[in-house]
């Protein structure tokens, strides 16, 4: 079945250093690839993402890069702040289009982000 | 971004009692919404889509007649957790799609606790 690959589970870094988060689907079809941050004890927040007619997107800190061919995609964070710590999850979905079937997100295993200041 | 809400936000109940946990979009009208269940330390794990007007569709090993969800409107869906046991405790997510695209925004979650 489709699968989706997160790597590294853990990752610290120091405050202003960048952070690099890195995930492998296996379903060629999917052509959404969202980026959510989640806190302890909260749901998790949509901070990015991209489809598949493009290959970077840039918001503010926070970049994803998408190589459609390796099947990989990418999160970058660029000047860490403390508040960045939380754990991040990638996921990867097949859009089909307005009216067509329910897509449904397949996550990564996620990665704990923590910013030392 | 869009707004999703769940009430309640933790719930401790007894064995063999029912919950239910309410989804909300607060600021879009969600066809479909998502039910996901997450372990500590693990993953979000699907249980279930819901859309509105129909019945649910749930995920290989998930009860349906023990996790009962009800999208009677295009802002609302219900996930009741019938005779609850201690290993039905954990953080309950919900999530909703925001048309026309597939953006899927989430709620707060909802913690239970069966003692």
């Known amino acids: 079945g489709e699968n989706v690959e997160q790597h590294p589970s853990t990752l610290s870094v120091q405050e202003g250093d960048s952070a690099v988060i890195k995930c492998t689907y296996s379903d060629s079809a999917s052509n959404y690839f969202p980026w959510y941050k989640q806190e302890l004890g909260k749901g998790p927040q949509l901070i990015i993402d991209?489809?598949?007619?493009?290959g970077e997107k840039k918001d503010q800190r926070i970049a994803v890069t998408l190589n459609k061919t390796a099947k990989h995609f990418s999160l970058h964070i660029t000047e860490t702040q403390p508040e960045d710590s939380a754990v991040y999850f990638c996921a990867a979905s097949r859009f089909i289009g307005v009216g067509g079937a329910t897509n449904k997100l397949i996550f990564g295993t996620g990665t704990l982000l923590a910013v030392q200041p | 971004g869009a707004v999703v809400s769940q009430h309640p936000s933790w719930v401790i109940c007894k064995s063999g009692t029912s919950v239910k946990i309410e989804c909300r979009s607060l600021d879009f009208q969600a066809t479909t919404m998502f039910w996901y269940r997450q372990f500590p330390k693990q993953s979000l794990m699907l249980m279930a889509t819901s859309n509105e007007g129909s019945k649910a569709t749930y995920e290989q090993g998930v009860e349906k007649d023990k996790f009962l969800i009800n999208h009677a409107s295009l802002t609302l869906s219900t996930l009741t957790v019938t005779s609850a046991h201690p290993e039905d405790s954990s953080f309950y997510i919900c999530?909703?799609?925001?048309?026309?695209?597939?953006?899927?925004?989430f709620g707060p979650g909802t913690r239970l606790t069966v003692l």
């Open positions: 999530s909703a799609r925001q048309p026309p695209t597939d953006t899927q925004y």
């Open positions: 991209i489809r598949s007619n493009v």
